[in-house]
């Protein structure tokens, strides 16, 4: 199965009330994530919050992929993904004050400004550090 197929099982399963087994397939497909590439752990946290109403575990997704990330593209992913799912305000900007501290060029300044001419309401965290 391709990786994103799981994602189209999980959401038919859990609407069709099989929530046992959309979790089980959930669980497979973090198994089969690529631990670097933050969009794995963003599919899976949105399966979790979205299909199977668990935020516990749509964070744990989100933290497992802080742990491995360090780049500026990815630390701003996971924030995004924590503004889109409205989850954990404090995980979010910890993300956003990682990615400040990463940005050591001029793409990870560049990635940035870009974050925060969409999120202007997270500009106030670039100040905190």
Known sequence: MRYSEYFVQVALLAQNGDKVAAEKLLREAEHYAQKSVTNHAALCAKAW????????????CLLEAECNNSDVRGLLEIAETYIELALHEFACRRCIKKALAAA??????????????????????ENER
Do not use: T, V
């Not at 919050?49 to 744990?60: C, E, M």
């Not at 001029?106 to 500009?123: D, I, T």
């Open 49 to 60: 919050l979205w299909y199977l109403d668990n935020p516990d575990n749509a964070i744990r």
């Open 104 to 125: 050591d060029d001029e793409e990870g300044k560049m990635r940035l400004q870009e974050f925060f001419a969409k999120h202007s309401n997270c500009k106030q965290i």
